[in-house]
C-alpha cells in the first residue's frame, strides 16, 4: 500500500528553506517581465469618489441614533428605514441648491426643514455644520446656508450661550461676504426663493436685536463673559449691521429700480439702469427686503424720521413687491404706523393700521396653512393696541370692523383711554408696552473699561431704593420711548373731558365751563388752546399723488370746532355723514365676481336614474306645457287663455 502524502500544513517548515524562492515572486522581481499584459490601475476620479464614500460613511455614524435608527438589520426593516429620509433630505437639498431649483428649494425650506425639526429636534439641536460637511462634499455655499438655518433654529427653540452668539454674527458675515464680495467679480450663480431671503434679513435683524439686549444686562453676565464681551469689539455693532444692509442696496440699485418702474421705463431701459446685479432676482429681492430691514433698523434705534426717509421710494399698496412674502408685508406695515404714532401722526397711523389688518383679516384663511401664521398673527394683535391708543388719542370713524375687534380684544384698556384723565395713563403704559417694537441702544456698555463696568455691576448705595429703580430704567431704551410717549399723552388728558361737555353746547360761557370742570377761567383758556391744537395734524392727503412717507399736510382730525369771542365760546360741531358711494361701489364689485363665478361654473348634470322616471311621466303633458303662440300676455311671461 502505498504510503499516504503528508497533508501540507502539518509538515514542518525547514528554516534553511528560502520561502520567497520557493513560493516565487510571480511578477514582484524583474525576473518575470510581464510588460504586455496591463496592470489594474484606480484613476484619480475613482480614488476620489471612494474617500468621499468613506467620509459619507463616518459621517453618517456620527448621526443621533433617534434619526439613523442604527441597527444590524437596518436596510430590512422598512420603518428604520423610513429613518433615514433625514440623510435623503440634505443630500436632495443640497442637490437643489446646486441646480438653482426654485421649486424644489421651496419645499425643502418650507415644508422639509420644519417637518423634520417638529418631528426629531424640537428640543435640540439640529447636526453641526461640520457633521454634515461630507453628506454635501464640504460645499462652502451650502453649509453657510446651513448654518444659517441652524442659528436660527437655535434663537428660536433653544437658548443661545455666547458661542451661539459670535458664531452665528461670523456666519452672516460669511453670507454677506460671499454675495457681496465674489472672486468672480460678478454676482454669484445662486438663487433662492423670496421668502427665504426675506427671513436671511429679518433675522439677520433679530439677533442683532436679541444681541443688544442681552448685552445691556451687565449684571447677568459672568467673568467668561465679562471678559469676552471686552474682546469682542465690532461684533454685532450697530455700524456692521447698517453697513451690511446700506451695502445691499447699492449693490442692487433698488432705489434707481422702484424709480425706472414708476416712470413706466422699457425692460431694457431698465437693465441699463440696475447693472449686471440689479437685474439679478437675488440681489433685486435682497435689496427690496434691506429697504424694509432699515425700516425696522431705524425704529428700533429711535430715528422715526430717518426710517421714514429710507423708504420714501416704496409705495404701500397691494401691488408692491414685498406683498409676496405676507410676512415683510405685515411688517412693513407695522413699522411704518408705529412710526407715524411716534410722529404724533395718529390719521396716518390709523389709516396705515386699518389696511393691513383688514388685508389680514381678508387672507386669514390662507394664513393658517403657512408656517408663519403664529407670527403674523402675534403682530396683529400688536396693531389692534396700536390702534386702540391711536383712536383714543385721534377719535375717528376709518373703520369699523377693525375699531369693534380692538374693542373686543382691549375693552378695559380701550374704555379706559376713551375717558380720558390721569386714570388713562396706566392703560397707555400697558399698551405701549406690549405692542412697541423692543428697542434697542447703538452703543454697548463700556465693557472694555473695568471700573465703570464695576459701577454698573455694583452702583454705590443710594438712600432711597426708587431712585436706583428709576437710573436703571434711565438706561433702558424702550423706557426712555414710553417716558417721551407718556408726555405727551399726559399733556392730552383732559381733552376727552373737555370734548365731551362742548358737545351739549353750541354756546357757553367761560365762567360756567371753567365752572364745570372745577378750575379757573386761564387754566380753561389753557386746555381750550390743547383741544385745538389736538384737533390738527399733519397727515397725507389720500390719492394725493406719490408723495414721500414725510409729506403731508395739516388737516382737522376732529369734527368739533369752536371759537372764543370774548368771556364765550361758540362751538359748531359738523357731523360727516356715511359715505354710501363707497359702500356700494364695493358691495357691487363683490357682486359682480361672484356672478362671474356663478356664470363660469358649470351645470350639474342630473343622473340617469333619478331622471329617467320623470322624463316618461313629464311626455305626456310636454304638449300641454310648450308656449303659447297666442292669447294675451300675463306679467310673468306666459299666455292667458282666452
Known amino acids: 500500500m502505498a504510503q499516504q502524502r503528508m497533508a501540507l500544513w502539518e509538515a514542518d517548515i525547514d528554516e534553511d528553506v528560502d520561502l520567497q524562492f520557493a513560493l516565487g515572486n510571480y511578477g514582484q522581481s524583474g525576473h518575470f517581465d510581464d510588460a504586455h499584459i496591463q496592470q489594474p490601475q484606480i484613476d484619480e476620479a475613482t480614488l476620489l469618489a471612494m474617500q468621499q464614500h468613506m467620509a459619507q460613511q463616518a459621517a453618517f455614524s456620527q448621526i443621533p441614533d433617534v434619526v439613523k435608527g442604527v441597527s444590524l438589520d437596518l436596510y430590512e426593516d422598512e420603518t428604520k428605514r ?195 446685479y440689479g437685474q439679478r432676482p437675488l440681489y433685486r429681492n435682497l435689496g427690496y427686503f434691506s429697504l424694509i430691514g432699515l425700516l425696522r433698523v431705524h425704529v428700533l434705534l429711535g430715528d422715526f424720521t430717518l426710517a421714514l426717509k429710507v423708504i420714501e421710494n416704496v409705495e404701500l399698496n397691494q401691488k408692491s413687491p414685498y406683498t409676496r412674502v405676507t410676512a415683510c408685508h405685515v411688517a412693513t406695515y407695522y413699522y411704518v404706523g408705529f412710526c407715524y404714532l411716534m410722529l404724533r401722526r395718529y390719521p396716518d397711523a390709523i389709516r396705515t393700521f386699518v389696511s393691513i389688518l383688514n388685508f389680514i383679516m381678508r387672507m386669514r384663511q390662507y394664513h393658517t396653512r403657512s408656517y408663519q401664521y403664529d407670527q403674523i398673527s402675534k403682530t396683529a394683535d400688536r396693531m389692534y393696541a396700536l390702534f386702540a391708543i391711536c383712536n383714543a388719542l385721534s377719535p375717528s370713524r376709518f373703520d369699523d370692523n377693525v375699531a369693534n375687534t380692538s374693542k373686543e380684544r382691549f375693552g378695559e384698556q380701550f374704555a379706559k383711554m376713551a375717558r380720558g384723565g390721569s386714570d388713562s395713563l396706566p392703560a397707555f403704559e400697558e399698551l405701549f408696552l406690549y405692542a412697541c417694537p423692543k428697542f434697542i441702544s447703538a452703543n454697548p456698555p463700556p465693557y472694555e473699561d473695568p471700573a465703570a463696568i464695576s459701577l454698573l455691576i455694583s452702583p454705590p448705595p443710594t438712600d432711597a431704593p426708587a431712585q436706583a429703580n428709576v437710573s436703571l430704567n434711565a438706561l433702558d431704551p424702550t423706557h426712555r420711548h414710553l417716558k417721551l410717549f407718556l408726555a405727551d399723552v399726559a399733556a392730552q388728558a383732559p381733552v376727552p373731558t373737555l370734548r365731551s361737555f362742548l358737545r351739549l353746547y353750541t354756546s357757553l360761557g367761560a365762567a360756567k365751563l371753567a365752572n364745570f370742570l372745577d378750575v379757573d377761567e386761564e387754566e380753561i383758556v389753557q386746555e381750550m388752546m390743547l383741544l385745538k391744537q389736538s384737533s390738527k395734524s399733519v397727515s397725507k392727503v389720500p390719492g394725493g399723488g406719490k408723495d414721500s412717507h414725510l409729506d403731508g399736510h395739516m388737516v382737522a382730525t376732529s369734527d368739533l370746532n369752536f371759537v372764543i369771542e370774548e368771556n364765550m365760546v361758540h362751538i359748531a360741531e359738523s357731523t360727516v355723514g356715511r359715505r354710501y358711494a363707497g359702500w356700494f361701489i364695493k358691495n357691487t364689485e363683490r357682486t359682480m365676481r361672484i356672478y362671474d363665478d356663478l356664470k363660469n361654473m358649470p351645470l350639474p348634470q342630473p343622473s340617469k336614474s333619478t331622471t329617467s322616471p320623470v322624463a316618461a311621466n313629464s311626455a305626456p303633458d310636454a304638449q300641454s306645457k310648450a308656449p303659447r303662440t297666442g292669447g294675451q300676455k300675463v306679467a310673468w311671461g306666459g299666455a292667458k287663455v282666452a
Open 82 to 276: 423610513q429613518n433615514l429620509t433625514l440623510i435623503q433630505f440634505i443630500v436632495h437639498f443640497h442637490q437643489a441648491v446646486l441646480d438653482n431649483n426654485l421649486a424644489e428649494i421651496t419645499v425643502a425650506y418650507e415644508s422639509g426643514w420644519n417637518k423634520y425639526t417638529e418631528k426629531f429636534y424640537s428640543r435640540t439641536e439640529w447636526p453641526e455644520a461640520e457633521v454634515i460637511a461630507p453628506l454635501v462634499n464640504d460645499d462652502p455655499v451650502f453649509l453657510i446656508l446651513y448654518r444659517e438655518l441652524y442659528y436660527r433654529h437655535v434663537y428660536s427653540r433653544l437658548q443661545p450661550n455666547i458661542d451661539d452668539r459670535f458664531h452665528s454674527y461670523e456666519n452672516s458675515c460669511e453670507l454677506f461676504n460671499y454675495l457681496l464680495i465674489s472672486d468672480s467679480e460678478g454676482p454669484v450663480p445662486l438663487e433662492l426663493p423670496e421668502q427665504w431671503l426675506w427671513d436671511i434679513i429679518d433675522e439677520f435683524i433679530y439677533q442683532f436685536q436679541v444681541f443688544c439686549t442681552w448685552r445691556s444686562k451687565v449684571k447677568s453676565k459672568t467673568e467668561d463673559e465679562l471678559m469676552v464681551l471686552a474682546e469682542g469689539g465690532q461684533v454685532w455693532s450697530s455700524y456692521s449691521v447698517l453697513n451690511v444692509l446700506y451695502s445691499l442696496i447699492q449693490k442692487s440699485r433698488i432705489n434707481e429700480y422702484i424709480i425706472a418702474q414708476q416712470e413706466g421705463k422699457s425692460p431694457e431701459e431698465i437693465a441699463e439702469i440696475v447693472g449686471e
